[in-house]
Structures are given as structure tokens and as C-alpha cells.
């Protein structure tokens, strides 16, 4: 499991094994994407990576808060990859995805929003 990541943070690189990935919010389980999205590029080669959005998006617990997955990564050789996001305001979030709940909640700050790939 690797530690998770700002979506405001820039030039984060992290080592990635051959496998398939979920790349996962943190901090609620109401997610709006809306046009935010991520790349990861091959530090020192060519390889560039899209996720692949999740059509079941799958609530869960992780590292100690909630988390959504968005989508799947196929990571095809081992390397160290450098994370971009992309329109990170775009990405909304909110403790609580039912609605009665989530009327009376605000979305987090886009500064407190984390992702995670595990």
C-alpha cells in the first residue's frame, strides 16, 4: 500500500510493479470527477499511462478514512512513474453520499482531497 498523495501536489514520483491498480479518493464517499483525471509518466522513458474509469465504484476504508475507487491502472513494467493530475479542481468530495446527509454537508476543500493506488 503506498501512502497517499495531495491532488495538488506536483511532481510526486512513486515506484510501481507489473499489475493492475486501483486508484482510490480518500475522504468521502460522494465523488464528482467531472473532468479531473491523472497521468502517469515514465520517468527516464516514454511509457504514458491513463486510468481506466470504474464503472462500480466500490466504498471502502483506507488509512484510516473513507475511500472511493474511480478507476483502474494497468501498470505493463515495472518503473518509476511521475503522477500528474489534471484540472484537480474538478474533483469533488463529500463525507457522506447519502442524501440526506450530504445536504447539510459542504465539500472538502481541494487541498484536503488525497488519492491513493494500491
Known sequence: MRKPINILDKKQQLELPVGIYSLKVLGGWKVITNNFSLILREVNGET????????WR????????????????????????????LNPSDLKVKKSNLITLSFF?????TNEIQVCIE
Do not use: C
Open 58 to 85: 466500490i466504498q471502502s476504508f483506507a488509512f484510516g478514512k473513507r475511500a472511493k475507487k474511480i478507476a483502474s491502472i494497468d501498470i505493463p513494467k515495472r518503473a518509476t512513474y511521475e503522477i500528474e493530475f
Open 48 to 55: 504514458i499511462i491513463k486510468p481506466k474509469e470504474t464503472f
Open 105 to 109: 454537508q459542504n465539500y472538502l476543500p
